[in-house]
Structure formats: C-alpha cells, structure tokens
C-alpha cells in the first residue's frame, strides 16, 4: 500500500444526543448548524476557511421526507454558499463513508480543509415505523418486510451463529450493556447517562427488559437518536499553520493513520454461509481491521490504548473483541471476564458509552467515533478519559455488518 498524505483531525464538536429535536419543533439541518457552529468555535476555524463539506445520513428521505441532504450545509452560514457538498450514504457506517470520501479529497490536494458532519433525525416516527425504516438498512424485501423489529433479530442471529460455532452465554452480553450503560454515565452527551441499568437487569426478562428477537432484549440494544457531529480533517499544510496561530506543533494534532474498508454481502444468511470455512465469523469486518492495521504501521491491536466499536447489539461488540485481535476467535468472553474492555481495563472498549449508552443517530455515529477518538488522543475525553491515550481505534458498521470501516487515530 501506498503512503498517501497525511490527514490531521482538528476537532469538531456534537450535540447532546438525549435530546429530540422533533419535540422542540426543529429540523435535522438545526442539528447540523449546532453541530458544525460548535465545531468552528471549538477549533478556532473561520467559515471562510472551509474548502469542502461531506454529510453521512442514512434515511432522511425516510424518517424527515428529505433528499438532497449536504446541500443543508450551506444553510449553516452565509460563507459556506457556492461551497462544493456531498453526501454519503452505508446505513450505519454512513458518517464513515463520509470521513473516507473527506480523507480522500484531503490525500488528493483537492482541498486542505474538509467539514465532516454526520446527522440523523430518528424521532420523527414511531418505533414501529422506525424499526421498519431501519430494515431497509437490510435486503428489504428477503429480510424486513412484514417483519417486527428486524435488525434485533438480524444481530440476534449473529449470537446465534457464535453460539453453534463456540458457545455464548447471554450473561457475557449482559456485561456488555452494563459497561456500556455505566460509560455512559460519565459522557455529558451521552443519551443514557440518567438511566439506570445493572448488569443483574441486563441478564434478564421483564416487562422493563423484554425479548424482541431472538436473544436480544432491550438492554442488549442501541439506542433511537435524534444527533449531528461535525468535526474537521486539514491537510498537513492547513494543520501547520493551524496549529502555529493556536500555539501548537503539528506533532501536537492527531491524525488518521490508517482505515480499512470492505463490502460484504447484503443478505446475514450469505454473510454466515461465505464465512462457514473461516474462523472469524465476519472474515470482511476482520479484514477491514487488519488493512487499517496495515496503513498504521502496528502489528496488532496490542499497540492500541482503547477502541470506540460499533456496538448496535451487545452481540456485534462481542464479535469485535474476538475480530480486533484481543482473543482467539470465539473467545470474546475471556476478555469480558478478565475486566479488559471496562474503563480502567487492559483495553478499554466504548468509554464514551458506545452506540448503547451515549446513542446511535445512524449517519452521526461514524463522525462520534472518530471525535471521541480524536478526544482520547487529546486528552479532552473528561471524565472517560483513557489515562496515557496514544492510539485509538474505530469499527463503524453498515446494516448487518455489510458495510466495515475501521480508522486508527493517533498524533
């Protein structure tokens, strides 16, 4: 692989994502504006000086009756009019695409400075109507139509297939929510920090913790979220002279050093029977890892601080310990029991909270990971800060893990 240009992340900023913008009477694009207005004053970025902008959202067409989606930039401010937008869409793993296609403009020297905001406006609808908007995140008509709750079930599936292949106990993803809830607790924007949420709730069944399908109870879920994220990528010249008028060096600001990105089948049942012969359940997911691995220049995920993962169910983060290396495959559960993934731990995994406690509007949560990387690295995290944070890694997931970004951050 080749080295391309460097591409530093400056900071950015997000909105609180407890909030429902729908109740408050507002648009996605009053999302947006408060997302990426915060992220200029964060960064002490001019409006003038932003080149480009690319919007990850997933279903505004659905959920707000809403295409044409980055040209809402430019109702942000006036300086942003005539400026080149975009908009990128992988369900999921939308605001990774949208990170991806702004990298690239910064590698290609097209433009020095890039806006990347994610958004979502999921509140819009009720939950049966949202639960079938979500579906289409899946082969709609093999997988979701008439069918309650789909994606549930889809990733129910995905600890199904872990429990034929090498055993699963529902009470290793009862830990998952419970670390994840209690994360989340000490994030100012997470959507779950008033909650309550134990892990003797978490593993089991109640009219407050009902099944939906399958394994899958309401505790092992992410949440419905109304949410935007902005943040910057600056080419190296941008990001020097940044950092000069800010009293920094370019050694100071973080930078993505590498990302993989793979496509698997649409449909779960042709994910699982592809992979039949493979000792990772999502061999395309495990190869996204390795290939941003690869560009970073480590060997393996010991050189890694913490890792924001994508956790829509506790089954896909149980699937990530074992795909980034921590374990063997099938062996998640040895670092849950041995305390590895909680804050504090030998690797800490969602010290934001994750999808699970801080929330999930869908095409913000790529942009989230990438900010609350860049906050781990920056020592800015708060209160969930990974003491000593050098490198950070994100796996950002579309539909039934079809679509696999993964970035490692680090100065």
């Not at 999921?122 to 995140?137: C, E, R």
């Not at 590498?258 to 190869?287: C, I, M």
């Amino acid at each position: 692989m080749t080295k391309p240009a460097p591409v530093y992340v400056l900071g950015g900023a997000q909105t609180d994502f407890a909030r429902n913008w729908s109740k408050e009477g507002k648009h996605f694009v009053a999302a947006m504006r408060e997302a990426t207005l915060g992220a200029l004053e964060a960064t002490r970025i001019e409006p003038r000086e932003v080149e480009t902008a690319h919007v990850g959202n997933f279903a505004a067409e659905l959920y707000a009756r809403q295409g044409h989606i980055g040209s809402f930039f430019l109702e942000i401010d006036p300086a942003f009019s005539g400026l080149p937008t975009s908009r990128h869409e992988a369900a999921c793993a939308s605001g990774s695409i949208a990170l991806i296609a702004a990298s690239a403009d910064i590698e290609a020297a097209r433009y020095d400075l890039a806006c990347v905001v994610g958004v979502e406006q999921m509140k819009t609808v009720n939950s049966t109507v949202g639960g079938d908007i979500l579906g289409t995140a899946a082969w709609y008509e093999r997988e979701a139509k008439g069918i309650e709750f789909p994606f549930p079930k889809l990733f129910g599936r995905l600890g199904d297939e872990y429990d034929k292949r090498y055993g699963l106990k529902d009470e290793h993803l009862a830990h998952i929510s419970a670390v994840n809830y209690s994360n989340a607790k000490r994030n100012p924007n997470a959507q779950t920090r008033n909650w309550f949420m134990s892990e003797s709730h978490a593993q089991h069944e109640s009219k407050f913790n009902q099944l939906i399908g399958g394994r899958i109870k309401v505790s092992d879920c992410s949440q419905v979220t109304d949410g935007s994220v902005a943040l910057f990528l600056a080419s190296e010249k941008f990001a020097g002279a940044w950092a000069k008028r800010n009293g920094k060096t370019l050694a100071d600001i973080p930078r993505i050093l590498g990302w993989g990105h793979h496509t698997a089948p649409l449909e779960f049942d042709t994910k699982v029977a592809e992979s039949r012969d493979n000792t990772y359940v999502l061999p395309h997911t495990r190869q996204a890892i390795l290939d941003a691995f690869k560009r970073a220049g480590i060997a393996s995920v010991a050189e890694i601080s913490g890792i924001e993962t994508h956790d829509c169910f506790t089954t896909s983060e149980y699937m990530a310990i074992d795909h980034f290396g921590i374990t063997r495959p099938g062996e998640s559960w040895k670092a849950i029991e041995e305390g590895v993934i909680e804050l504090g731990g030998k690797l800490p995994i969602n010290p934001s909270g994750g999808l699970i406690g801080a929330g999930h509007p869908v095409g913000a949560t790529g942009v989230r990971q990438m900010l609350d990387c860049y906050r781990q690295i920056t020592d800015s995290a708060g209160d969930y800060q990974v003491e000593g944070a050098k490198k950070f890694a994100m796996l950002n997931l579309g539909g039934s893990a079809t679509t696999s970004c993964a970035f490692i951050v680090g100065k």
